[in-house]
């Protein structure tokens, strides 16, 4: 630890939204009254497809963008009427937003400096946070000669030489390909465990969610869908959206109906038995999916992907593709007949009509 990973542990807030709403224009709210706390020195990634508000609501923390109502508060203290400098955040663009013109050392120290901090402190200030980005060697440069991990490391380093109480970062690894995609989600990911800054990371890519987060807050057209750790969202998804959006290939989810004593697929096959009456949705991983064994599903293989740690087998299974994950390479061709079992334990099942998970219903709820 060095003076400055001290002053963000002992700064670190939490941030409450307490109804907060957003309308750009009188004719649709981009988000409906929402409740959330982004407790203090933890990672919660806001995960959700293109438009779904998440820009919006980090604006709104960071006082980008004004709430339309509802209040924010951080470590205590209602922001949302002040201006961003006097909220406590610092906030890391997707596009880094660097001044061309300025060293690296210069990029780090502009806040400090406008903040009338005197030099010695300031060059202070700088170093430490150089050595622990690794950027120590780079404090000469401008940012047209370093390369895109380089740049995004002045990024943080700028908004962390501030010593924040909250982290904001907004998409920060889109523009990387995709090896150093991984390497700085893994910086990334140390930097916290170092630094415990409150930090809230918005992304549409599941992957850096699942790997980041301590908590992930999963919005669907500006509401929360879902908000708990990383482990409880794919294990546990709160709804047909949420069991849709996380996994790789994602979580299999088949109509079934039931009879008051089981629970069939649309062509009548019976997936497992249920004191159940209606409509519902059944959810399934690909790799709970148990094939080969003689299980009472019939399906038919559609095509494979051989993604080498494993194989893909997608299969018409009651009028919709089903996908099972098995060893890589396993041998069999396409139209094969396949059976396949479900087990129970691993079963979701979800409302038809609110798309709501029915925990205990069934299975792995
Ligand atoms: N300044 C604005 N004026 C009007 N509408 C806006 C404005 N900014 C965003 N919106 C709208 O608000 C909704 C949410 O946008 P937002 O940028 O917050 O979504 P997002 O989840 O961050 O999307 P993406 O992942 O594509 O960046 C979208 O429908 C968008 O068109």
Known sequence: MNAIDTAIRAAASSIALKGVTKSYDAAHQVIPPMDAEFRAGEF?????PSGCGKSTLLQMIAGLERVSGGAIVIGGREVQNLEPKHRGCAMVFQNYALYPHMSVFDNVAYSLKVAGMPKPERIERVEAVARMLGLSELLARRPSQLS????QRVAIGRAIVREPGVLLFDEPLSNLDAQLRHD??????DLHRRI??????????????????DRILILNKGRI????TPKAIYHRPASVFVAKFIGSP?????????????????DGQVVVEAPLNGNFVLGIRPEDIVFGTGGPLKA???????????????????????????PFGVDIAEATDLSLSFPQARLHLFDAATGRALPGAIGAQ
Do not use: I
Request: net charge negative.
């Open 44 to 48: 919660t990634v806001v995960l959700g």
């Open 148 to 151: 895109g991990g380089q740049r």
């Open 184 to 189: 700085m989600r893994l910086e990334l990911a």
């Open 196 to 213: 415990g800054a409150t930090t809230a990371f918005v992304t549409h890519d599941q992957v850096e969610a699942m790997t980041l987060a």
């Open 225 to 228: 869908e879902q908000f708990d």
């Open 250 to 266: 994602p979580m299999n989810v088949l109509p079934v109906t039931g009879d008051g004593s089981v629970l069939r697929l649309a």
């Open 300 to 326: 038919r293989l559609r095509y494979r992907e051989d993604l080498g740690s494993h194989s893909v087998l997608a299969a018409d299974l009651a009028g919709e593709v089903v996908r099972v994950a098995t």
